[in-house]
RNA sequence: GGGGGAGUAGCUCAGCGGUUAGAGCAGGCGUCUUAUACACGCCACGUCGAAGGUUCGAAUCCUUCCUCCCCUACCA
């Protein structure tokens, strides 16, 4: 017997029971197990930082990733069912430092760095250990770390790192210094999830960076790099990507008083003041024109198009020059009298001589904004940096790594470059050298992590090669060219690969071709240790490929890093000989850039190195998915290049990116605007399966707008369902129905062949879903298999279950009545297996009850049946689809006639005539039957030739005969329109004076208003209008039927519930009489009395074509009637 | 700054040369229903961002402009 089911579920109450169920039953243990050596399908987990709670944005894609892991489960696919999390880099870092209350990077030298990188492992536990708790709570079906384990283990390593520990991996347990276990985390031996900190990522990373070194693609660079004063790291390319933020910054306007002119000057104009420090150059476009004007008693020069913008009140322009004749021209700089100007141009540029601010010509400059004369500081910035190498200048460099300036600075020295606009701008008024100084705003990099404006300054980083362009299209060049590109082999690798959605492709191209080397250095504290050993005795720097050849060469400090994960600091202390001249060498201080950790991945989760067979079987990944914005540069670069240094090829086929999440209202999530809304309490207010369920019809090239009404929307969605499983369960306890054991094995056409034509309709249906989703799942196509379902359950709910309601609470038919229960039952067992992946708890709730709760023969879960596509296959029937559509669309007919005649449904019409031309199915008259009974008519009279019903319209066909006919267009039309045209013998039309050939119209038929609808398939319906007193009567009946039932509900009936009813029907007694024993069937009436309403009684009035009516009942005393209660 | 996309009903969007511009949601009215949750029917003259142009015909193609979004960038 099933369980009772609600109609008003508390899904989420449910979510928790299920969890519960599948702990219990080990359910994800056993789908591994039944799956173990099946055809293998490779999912890679892009890892998620653990360094936050989860938010509904990475429910997102988390969905996507269960539903494709649980549709190819349900193949009989064996999987890893890794997840990873990312642990290493800037991420962690900025929130330990926060935590501690550190500002800047002295802090946590203070503090300790072997300290402080223990406090980021413990960050990262902690959050591993919460997304997991959440992850799960979304139905994420994962090979899951017990989270409570990560946190002992992360208390433990806050107690003593040294101390032993023992965890329980899948072989047995696992003992080791607590550090090492930390490092051992998603290795095979202990399972669960790969954290990106482990000893194998850094490794293999390692092996990578030796790889590139061998190819000589490894280099230092020096060069001025976008800097964060705060993080005190480089940032690069890669990771600008929503670094851009408007910011209003000075825009200072100084002079440069020429030293050969007396009086004169060169205006100069910039945004960063702080850079005037370490100016030594003036640019001009050597193309441009620059004149020379007076205001007052000054002199000034600056571009001749900048005059209007530039200047401040009435000028006089005394002379026109080409810029080439301001070059070479000397000037006194702003800051001649600082010390380290001072020693810079004493030590000279390239050359070595002393050198002297000059004007320098420079193509770049523009008139677009300042004067026209550029301020170059080659040790602040990019281009000037470009600039002043190739020109051979000197290069000041004012800031440390904290972005304050350095001595020699003199008054701002020890002084944070973020507060010094304002001391610099009065050092130039006091000496005499401001001109102007406005608020500009523009797009100014920022930190994409602490927020911070970044400052350009001059370091030393070392990157990975990304090779050459060459100004040829990619399939012109030569087997040499692209073997010298890194960037090229790429290329060639993304080639091979699917991107969805396709424009992917192209970007990632794109990102490709214009890509700089990739700046792989941090000067940070928590992350990979570059395994870079740079030789200050002899210039030349070497790259060790992994822990043991480290161990192999070290000359000293190994004991050091004995026993701990190659971090720093401990990795720090070990040494080894210089190749080339012998001399201890140590490790650059630099930490990697994080995305190196997630690129590895391919390689280090699959055991490249300890297991290849393993990773052949792994390799490449079949799938991975993530969230696009951003990723081209990121983990899908890195992955890439990472996978073509080491094998030349793809480390995944297919590429599944999907848009962003928002608010509802349209925006970016924020708290202080409201509309934000955290992962914990979506699941425990809306339920998962709903946020589930919206996340899978979301379109994933679209951004999705994720809130509460959405949400409702989506549960309404989903009740519908419930409401039909509700439904069947209802009637089916009443009923007192089981399945048979039949009900499991597939059945089979002749085992349905006798039942009626809509039973074999919707197991047709299902069976046709069931492909149709297959395909979609197949081919990552989520959002269309979403609404496939969706159409489905409508029609379950709105035609199958609304045309069959009857059967299942009447028990003349007893026959008829199990069919209709053994084909819902199929349906919804077999629905809920399409959308087990989608929805891993309603459908698992339904599949306990239809199919576990009354002992059939099944799997235990919905989530151990197999996809269910096969075994239902020969249920298909697509020619009594077609002619159920059509019975559908005339039932649409029929009503939208009735609205229009003002003939509800509830009175009865005598006739209907229906022409179907050409249309044949041995269920035809079945299913007339069913429009017949579907909109209450009493008899349907089908016709052949629906010419007198209908008129005949033309709808030239424009696309035709625009052409030919141009300007005498409008007339015909309006003919058409009209009707005024002959339909000549051989096909054609005339109208408006024109002959149009019979392939040039379309011929339509409509319906003479008022009487009847035609429909594109030449469907055509007319209802027979006129009332008898026999049918109003028997409306009438229908409508005391109807308010006897509003009237039970009111009174708070049982469904099963039998009554008594007493009925004051006036004048209309005689003529409704007749019909008031099918009313008291409907009404489970034990007793139908006349007269005056008894007091006491339910009572209600109604009224009828023969006037108003008064009914009442009362609930009959229980055995008063000896009839089983049937619904 | 460069490149791309988008501006259509209150909201989210479809239509992308064919004359009467559609759907879903929200709203209004009605119908059906002891599954009370729905569903169905009807209701949209909206300057199709603005202005020009091409055409027999423009939301659709072209030009200019406005607004927003995305990608991209070393601009002072």
Redesign the pocket.
């Known amino acids: 017997m099933f369980a009772p089911v ?3 579920p508390d899904l989420v109450a449910q979510e928790h029971e299920i969890l519960a169920l599948w702990r219990e039953r080990r359910t994800f243990a056993r789908l591994r197990a039944q799956n173990a050596g099946g055809p293998r399908w490779s999912f890679l987990d892009g890892p998620i930082t653990a360094n936050n709670p989860m938010g509904v944005h990475h429910a997102w894609g988390r969905t996507y990733k269960d539903v494709f892991q649980r549709f190819h489960a349900m193949r009989g696919e064996d999987q890893r069912w890794q997840n990873g999390f990312d642990c290493q880099g800037l991420w962690v870092e900025v929130n330990v430092e926060r935590d501690l209350g550190f500002t800047s990077k002295r802090d946590i030298e203070e503090h300790g760095i072997a300290e402080f990188v223990r406090l980021c492992k413990q960050r990262v536990l902690t959050f591993a250990a919460r997304q997991t708790e959440q992850s799960i709570r979304l139905g994420y079906w994962m090979d899951w770390n017990d989270p409570d384990e990560l946190l002992r283990l992360r208390d433990l390593l806050g107690a003593d790192p040294a101390a032993e520990a023992t965890l329980a991996g899948p072989r047995g347990p696992v003992t080791d210094r607590v550090e090492m276990l930390v490092g051992r985390l998603g290795m095979p031996e202990l399972g669960g999830s790969y954290f990106t900190f482990s000893n194998e990522n850094n490794d293999l990373i390692w092996g990578f960076l030796a790889e590139c070194h061998r190819r000589g693609w490894l280099y230092k660079g020096h060069d001025t790099m ?1 800097w964060c004063a705060r993080c005190g790291t480089g940032i690069s ?1 890669h990771e ?3 670094g ?1 933020a408007d910011r209003t ?1 000075p825009g200072l306007t100084v002079r440069f008083p020429l030293l050969d002119r007396p009086g004169e000057a060169l205006l ?5 003041p702080w ?1 005037l420090t370490s100016n030594v150059a003036a ?1 001009v ?1 050597p193309g441009l024109r620059y004149v020379k004007v007076r205001q007052g008693d000054s002199i000034f020069w600056l571009g001749r198009g900048t005059v209007q913008q530039a200047l401040v009140g009435p000028f006089e322009i005394l002379d026109d020059r080409a810029g080439s004749e301001l070059v070479g021209w000397r000037y006194r700089g702003p800051f001649d009298e600082l010390p380290a100007v001072r020693a810079g141009f004493a030590a000279g540029g390239a050359g070595g001589a002393p050198y002297e601010h000059v004007v320098v010509a ?1 193509d ?9 004369i ?4 080659p040790g602040c ?4 940096f ?1 600039l002043g190498k190739s020109l051979g200048l000197p290069m000041l460099a004012p800031l440390d790594e904290g972005g304050t300036f350095i001595d020699g600075f003199g008054f701002l020295a020890g002084r944070d470059v973020r507060d010094s606009a304002e001391p610099v701008v009065e050092h130039l008024k006091h000496h005499g050298l401001f001109y102007r100084l406005e608020p500009i705003v ?4 920022h930190c994409w992590r602490c927020g911070t404006p970044l400052v350009f300054r001059l370091v030393d980083e070392w990157f990975v090669s990304m090779g050459p362009v060459y100004d040829v299209p990619r399939d012109q060049l030569t087997r040499q060219q692209v073997d010298a590109s890194l960037r090229y082999q790429i290329m060639e690798v993304v080639d091979g690969i699917r991107w969805l959605p396709s424009f992917g492709y192209e ?1 990632e191209l ?2 490709l071709l ?3 080397d990739w700046m792989i250095s941090k000067k940070r504290y928590w992350g990979l240790a570059l395994p870079i050993y740079d030789c200050a005795a002899c210039g030349s720097f070497d790259v060790v490929s992994g822990r043991e050849e480290l161990r192999a060469r070290a000359v000293e400090g190994w004991e050091q890093l004995e026993g701990h994960t190659s971090h720093r600091p401990y990795v720090d202390a070990v040494r080894i000989a210089c190749r080339a001249c012998g001399a201890p060498v140590g490790r650059i201080p630099d930490v990697g850039n994080p995305w190196l950790d997630a690129g590895i991945v391919p390689f280090s989760t699959l055991h490249y190195r300890e297991d290849p067979a393993y990773w052949q079987e792994w390799f490449p990944a079949d799938f991975v998915t993530e969230s696009f ?2 990723q ?2 990121n983990w899908f670069y890195s992955m890439l290049a990472m996978s073509t240094v080491l094998r030349r090829e793809a480390p995944f086929r297919t590429i599944f990116g999907y848009a ?1 999440l928002f608010g509802e209202d ?1 925006r970016p999530m924020h708290k202080s605007w409201g509309n934000a809304i955290e992962f914990d309490e979506a699941a425990e207010r809306m339920g998962v399966d709903v946020m589930r369920w919206m996340y899978a019809k979301a379109r994933p090239d ?2 999705i ?1 994720f809130g509460w ?1 959405a949400a ?2 989506a549960r ?2 989903l ?2 369902l ?3 499983y ?2 069947f369960v ?2 089916a306890r009443l009923a007192g129905w089981s399945p048979g054991v039949e009900a499991v094995s597939p059945p089979t056409p002749s085992q349905v062949a006798g039942r009626p034509p809509l039973d074999r309709w919707i197991l047709s249906r299902l069976a046709g879903l069931a492909a149709r989703v297959e395909d979609r799942l197949a081919n990552y196509d989520p959002d269309s298999a979403a609404s496939v379902i969706s159409g489905f359950i ?1 029609e ?3 035609w ?3 045309r069959n ?1 009857k059967r299942f ?1 009447r028990p003349d038919d007893p026959a008829d009545r199990d069919a209709a229960f053994a084909t819902l039952h199929l349906t919804l067992a077999g629905l809920v297996r399409v959308l087990a992946p989608l929805l891993p708890f309603l459908t698992e709730a339904m599949h306990q009850n239809l199919v576990v709760a009354v002992g059939l023969p099944a799997p235990e879960s919905v989530h151990l049946t197999r996809w269910p596509a096969p075994e239902l296959a020969a249920l298909r029937d697509p020619a009594l689809e077609d002619a159920t559509g059509l019975a559908q669309r005339a039932v ?1 007919l029929v ?2 006639l ?3 005649a003002g003939l ?4 009865p019409l005598a006739r209907l005539w229906i022409a179907l031309p050409g249309v044949a199915h041995p269920d035809l008259d079945a299913l007339l039957e069913v429009i017949a009974d579907e909109v ?1 008519v009493k008899d349907v009279v089908r016709i052949d030739d629906e010419s007198e019903l209908v008129e005949r319209r033309v709808k ?4 035709k ?3 030919k ?6 007339a ?2 309006a003919a058409a ?1 009209a009707g005024a045209f002959e339909i000549l013998a051989d096909g054609s039309v005339s109208l408006a004076g024109v002959v149009l050939a019979p392939d040039e119209v379309e011929l339509l038929v409509s319906p003479r208003p008022g009487t009847a609808v035609a429909h594109d398939d030449g469907l055509v319906v007319v209802i027979d209008t006129e009332l008898t007193d026999a049918l109003r009567a028997e409306g009438d009946a ?2 005391i ?2 308010a006897v ?2 009237l ?2 009111e009174a708070g ?5 039998r ?1 008594d009813l007493c009925l004051d029907l006036g004048p209309a007694a005689t003529a409704v009489g007749p019909y008031l024993d099918a009313v008291a069937t ?3 009436a034990d007793s139908v009395t006349s007269g005056p309403l008894p007091a006491g009684w339910s009572q209600a009035g109604v009224k009828i074509s023969g006037g108003e009516v008064a009914v009442a009942l009362r609930r009959a005393a229980p055995g008063g009637q000896p009839e089983a209660a049937h ?1």
């Not at 523009?442 to 990099?445: D, K, S, V």
Request: aromatic share 8%; hydrophobic share 30%; net charge negative.
């Open positions: 609600t109609s008003k976008p390319q600008m990507t929503e851009y910054d100069v104009w910039t945004t960063t850079t640019a476009g420079w770049q400059v523009g008139e677009d904004e300042g004067t026209g550029v301020h170059i500081a910035g990019a281009e000037d470009a523009h797009r100014y990099p970007r794109d990102w214009n890509m700089h914005p951003g081209f540069r962003t349209g679209d951004n707008l009404h409702d929307e309404r969605e009740l519908v419930w409401n039909v509700a439904f209802t009637y409508d379950l709910s709105t199958y279950l609304r309601r609470s649409d009503r939208t009735r609205s229009q509800r449904t509830r009175q209450n030239p066909l424009l696309p005969i625009g052409r006919l141009g300007g005498a267009i409008p015909v039309m329109r229908r409508e039927q109807r039932q509003d039970r509900r009936l049982d469904l099963a519930d009554i409907e009404t489970l619904g």
